[in-house]
C-alpha cells in the first residue's frame, strides 16, 4: 500500500484476503460513497466522530459494532504520501514475479490448496460452461454491474441490482444477500432437507453446502452437482430479466434445479421413481440418507 490514491476502498483486496465490501457486507449497503477511495476516506479522517462516516441512516446498535471492527482493522494502517501503490508477488516479495518463479509455484509438488472450493467447481456430470461460469463466479470474473462499473463499462447510476431491491449488483450481493434470488437457497436446502448455510463468503457458501450434512461421498457429490447447478440457474435467470425483461418466479427455478439434478441420480442408478413425490421431495433418502 502506498498513498492509496488508485485502491478503492470496498473492492480492493487492499487488507487481507477478501475485500472489504465482503468482510463488512452491511457497512457497505449503507455506506453513499461506494467507489471512495482508501487516500479519499483517510483525508476524511476514520476517527470515530470523523466525516467519513457518511451512511444512508443512523447506524444500529450492532452495526454501529461492525463499524468498530472495520475500524479496528484500520488502526494499523499507515499510508507512504510519495508512493504510489504496487503489486508484489507473494511467493517472492524481494526478487518480485518471473515466469520462472511462477512455473515453479504451479509445479509444486507441496503447493498447498489455498481455496477449499476450487477442487469442488469440476463435476463430471456438469457441462464444462457451467464449471467455468462457477469458476469466473468464485473469482468475482463474472459481469455483474459492479464489476463493469469498475472496469468504466457502465456508469454507477446504472448499478442497481435487476431484482429492484435497491442494493448495488455485486456477485455477493446477487447470490447471497438479494430477497429476490437468494431466495432460492432456502427453498433447495428445504427440499433437500438440512439446515441452510450462514456465511458471507461465496466460497464459503459453496464448501459448506457440500459438507453440511457430513454424509457419504455420494451425498457430498450430489450436493456439490446441485450447487453448481443453482449458481448457474441464478445467473442465468439474472441475464433474462435483464435482457429479455422476462421474469421466472422462484418455485419454478427450484423446479429447473431438480430436474438439472436428476441426470446425476439416474446415473447413480438410485432406488426411485421417475416423476414420484419419493424422489422430488426427498432426493438424499434415495441416496439411502434421509
Given at each position: 500500500?502506498?498513498?492509496?490514491?488508485?485502491?478503492?476502498?470496498?473492492?480492493?483486496?487492499?487488507?487481507?484476503?477478501?475485500?472489504?465490501?465482503?468482510?463488512?457486507?452491511?457497512?457497505?449497503?449503507?455506506?453513499?460513497?461506494?467507489?471512495?477511495?482508501?487516500?479519499?476516506?483517510?483525508?476524511?479522517?476514520?476517527?470515530?466522530?470523523?466525516?467519513?462516516?457518511?451512511?444512508?441512516?443512523?447506524?444500529?446498535?450492532?452495526?454501529?459494532?461492525?463499524?468498530?471492527?472495520?475500524?479496528?482493522?484500520?488502526?494499523?494502517?499507515?499510508?507512504?504520501?510519495?508512493?504510489?501503490?504496487?503489486?508484489?508477488?507473494?511467493?517472492?516479495?524481494?526478487?518480485?514475479?518471473?515466469?520462472?518463479?511462477?512455473?515453479?509455484?504451479?509445479?509444486?509438488?507441496?503447493?498447498?490448496?489455498?481455496?477449499?472450493?476450487?477442487?469442488?467447481?469440476?463435476?463430471?456430470?456438469?457441462?464444462?460452461?457451467?464449471?467455468?461460469?462457477?469458476?469466473?463466479?468464485?473469482?468475482?470474473?463474472?459481469?455483474?454491474?459492479?464489476?463493469?462499473?469498475?472496469?468504466?463499462?457502465?456508469?454507477?447510476?446504472?448499478?442497481?441490482?435487476?431484482?429492484?431491491?435497491?442494493?448495488?449488483?455485486?456477485?455477493?450481493?446477487?447470490?447471497?444477500?438479494?430477497?429476490?434470488?437468494?431466495?432460492?437457497?432456502?427453498?433447495?436446502?428445504?427440499?433437500?432437507?438440512?439446515?441452510?448455510?450462514?456465511?458471507?463468503?461465496?466460497?464459503?457458501?459453496?464448501?459448506?453446502?457440500?459438507?453440511?450434512?457430513?454424509?457419504?461421498?455420494?451425498?457430498?457429490?450430489?450436493?456439490?452437482?446441485?450447487?453448481?447447478?443453482?449458481?448457474?440457474?441464478?445467473?442465468?435467470?439474472?441475464?433474462?430479466?435483464?435482457?429479455?425483461?422476462?421474469?421466472?418466479?422462484?418455485?419454478?427455478?427450484?423446479?429447473?434445479?431438480?430436474?438439472?439434478?436428476?441426470?446425476?441420480?439416474?446415473?447413480?442408478?438410485?432406488?426411485?421413481?421417475?416423476?414420484?413425490?419419493?424422489?422430488?421431495?426427498?432426493?438424499?433418502?434415495?441416496?439411502g440418507i434421509g
Amino acid at each position: 500500500m502506498g498513498d492509496g490514491s488508485d485502491t478503492l476502498f470496498w473492492f480492493d483486496r487492499w487488507l487481507g484476503p477478501v475485500s472489504l465490501c465482503v468482510r463488512f457486507h452491511r457497512l457497505f449497503e449503507l455506506y453513499e460513497n461506494k467507489y471512495i477511495t482508501v487516500a479519499e476516506l483517510f483525508s476524511l479522517c476514520v476517527a470515530e466522530r470523523g466525516e467519513a462516516r457518511q451512511w444512508r441512516r443512523r447506524l444500529w446498535a450492532w452495526e454501529e459494532e461492525m463499524l468498530e471492527e472495520c475500524r479496528a482493522c484500520l488502526f494499523d494502517v499507515s499510508l507512504h504520501v510519495n508512493d504510489s501503490n504496487q503489486w508484489l508477488w507473494i511467493p517472492d516479495f524481494i526478487e518480485g514475479y518471473s515466469v520462472w518463479g511462477a512455473y515453479d509455484v504451479l509445479t509444486s509438488k507441496y503447493l498447498p490448496v489455498v481455496d477449499p472450493s476450487a477442487e469442488l467447481i469440476w463435476h463430471r456430470q456438469v457441462p464444462l460452461k457451467v464449471s467455468v461460469f462457477d469458476w469466473r463466479l468464485l473469482r468475482d470474473r463474472l459481469p455483474t454491474k459492479s464489476n463493469l462499473i469498475y472496469r468504466g463499462v457502465v456508469s454507477p447510476e446504472t448499478g442497481m441490482c435487476v431484482s429492484g431491491c435497491g442494493s448495488l449488483e455485486s456477485a455477493q450481493h446477487l447470490f447471497l444477500y438479494c430477497p429476490t434470488f437468494a431466495a432460492l437457497w432456502p427453498m433447495v436446502c428445504d427440499w433437500i432437507g438440512f439446515d441452510g448455510v450462514d456465511t458471507d463468503v461465496l466460497s464459503d457458501h459453496f464448501v459448506q453446502f457440500v459438507h453440511s450434512t457430513g454424509g457419504s461421498k455420494a451425498t457430498k457429490t450430489f450436493l456439490q452437482l446441485v450447487w453448481l447447478l443453482c449458481a448457474w440457474v441464478l445467473w442465468t435467470e439474472r441475464n433474462n430479466r435483464l435482457i429479455n425483461n422476462s421474469i421466472t418466479q422462484m418455485p419454478r427455478l427450484l423446479d429447473k434445479v431438480k430436474y438439472l439434478s436428476l441426470g446425476w441420480l439416474k446415473a447413480r442408478k438410485a432406488t426411485f421413481s421417475f416423476g414420484t413425490d419419493r424422489w422430488w421431495s426427498s432426493p438424499l433418502h434415495c441416496l439411502g440418507i434421509g
